[in-house]
């Protein structure tokens, strides 16, 4: 086995950890074992990224590029085949860096999640609402709930926190609308010049 088909096989391993799929026997991995805490999750599609990227550059990480002269966001069909529903709920930011791993970042600028946020406000799956503390938070509207985004109280560093999260439903519904999400972005660019 050449040290690419390690890489290439370990990253099955990190994949199948990433979607909570014990990889020994392809059985689901129990809610409550750590290897299916959504903070290890992130880990695993984050480090399967890099190996994604060490594979495709020939066993070298690739270098990063100035931003200068990107193209727009975009995926190739190709690209469109890589994308992973996760059965663990995710926020909008795991679900844009799902994306971002899919595209050659050296030549094509990330999507943010702030622009699928923007175009899910403009549908009114979400809204902006004031919090008692005076700042505003997208929250998912009745028809968003519908959908599959759902708010989750939790426990961080600076205390209790309300988390918007995307089931596999509303992940599926972002992925297959991103070219809708892009033109909206593009055309709201284009009116704020």
């Known amino acids: 086995m050449t040290e690419l088909?390690?890489?290439?096989?370990?990253?099955?391993?990190?994949?199948?950890?990433?979607?909570?799929?014990?990889?020994?026997?392809?059985s689901p991995i129990p809610d409550n074992d750590i290897a299916n805490n959504v903070r290890l999750s992130r880990c695993f599609f984050y480090v399967s990224d890099i190996l994604r990227q060490v594979v495709e550059n020939g066993g070298v990480h690739p270098i990063k590029t100035a931003k200068r002269g990107k193209k727009e966001f975009a995926l190739t069909d190709e690209e469109r085949e890589r994308i992973q529903i996760s059965d663990i709920p995710l926020s909008v930011?795991?679900?844009?860096?799902?994306?971002?791993?899919?595209?050659?970042?050296?030549?094509?600028?990330?999507?943010s999640a702030t622009s699928i946020n923007n175009w899910l406000l403009s549908l009114q799956l979400l809204e902006a609402v004031v919090q008692p503390n005076g700042k505003t938070k997208k929250l998912p509207t009745e028809q968003g709930k519908e959908?599959?985004?759902?708010?989750?109280?939790?426990?961080?560093?600076?205390?209790?926190?309300?988390?918007?999260?995307?089931?596999?439903a509303a992940q599926?519904?972002?992925?297959?609308?991103?070219?809708?999400?892009?033109?909206?972005?593009?055309?709201?660019r284009s009116e704020s010049k």
């Open 5 to 26: 088909e390690k890489i290439e096989y370990a990253k099955s391993f990190i994949d199948k950890l990433a979607n909570g799929i014990n990889p020994l026997d392809d």
């Open 147 to 168: 959908l599959g985004i759902f708010t989750e109280e939790r426990t961080g560093q600076y205390g209790t926190y309300i988390s918007v999260l995307f089931s596999s």
């Open 172 to 188: 599926q519904f972002i992925y297959d609308n991103i070219d809708a999400i892009i033109n909206f972005k593009n055309e709201n």
């Open 93 to 111: 930011s795991e679900i844009s860096n799902h994306l971002n791993t899919l595209i050659e970042l050296e030549t094509t600028k990330k999507i």
